[in-house]
């Protein structure tokens, strides 16, 4: 049987001799009948296809201009970030290095000898940092705040009290019965420092 192929505009047309030619009709016959299976596949013709394409395009490049919007939007943020947590890790270690200073001072004033420190938990990573209290009263060892007495450690918190507000001093402090653990040495030089403050 003759294989038709129907690939430009003159396959689809046939001669005088062509027709009289009963292998080549009953092809074109057969080829007839598969085309009109496959267009009766086909469903109905969407006529606003065309429009709706262009509709759903520009919705879709203005997707894509958002999404790089958003995307240039979340870089200029992380920039940002990035720049804030320089400041604030700069800010913080100038901060604590102070307070560590005044802590270094005020607290064998405040217990008539001693030493006390503050250290960084994670020195390398400043933004998730912790600090640990470390005192000595005199005549002890270092040891960490949790590991001092009632006495102590309000000693110890008022010198880093007096440590912050020597850094960043504040109008005015309410210290209720700060004293009242102290005994009357300790308080005669909570007493003293309070006054030069």
């Known amino acids: 049987m003759l294989k038709l192929n129907f690939e430009t505009d003159s396959d689809f047309q046939i001669t005088e001799a062509e027709v009289s030619d009963d292998d080549v009709l009953a092809e074109w016959i057969e080829q007839r009948e598969i085309f009109k299976e496959?267009?009766?596949?086909?469903?109905?013709?969407?006529?606003?296809?065309?429009k709706e394409y262009i509709e759903i395009a520009q919705t879709y490049g203005t997707l894509v201009k958002n999404k790089e919007d958003l995307e240039q939007s979340a870089d200029q943020i992380r920039a940002s970030i990035q720049q804030l947590d320089q400041v604030f890790q700069q800010k913080f270690k100038e901060t604590f290095d102070e307070v560590n200073e005044n802590f270094r001072i005020f607290y064998p004033r405040l217990v008539g000898g001693g030493l006390a420190d503050l250290r960084l938990t994670e020195p390398l990573n400043l933004l998730e940092t912790g600090v640990g209290i470390f005192a000595q009263p005199p005549g002890k060892k270092l040891q960490l705040l949790s590991l001092l007495s009632g006495g102590e450690k309000?000693?110890?918190?008022?010198?880093?009290?007096?440590?912050?507000?020597?850094?960043?001093?504040?109008?005015?402090?309410?210290?209720?019965?700060?004293?009242a653990p102290l005994d009357e040495g300790n308080g005669s030089r909570f007493n003293s420092i309070l006054l030069e403050m």
């Open 38 to 50: 496959k267009v009766s596949q086909l469903h109905d013709i969407n006529h606003l296809a065309p």
């Open 154 to 179: 309000a000693l110890v918190a008022i010198a880093l009290l007096f440590s912050l507000f020597k850094v960043r001093p504040s109008p005015f402090c309410l210290l209720d019965e700060v004293d």
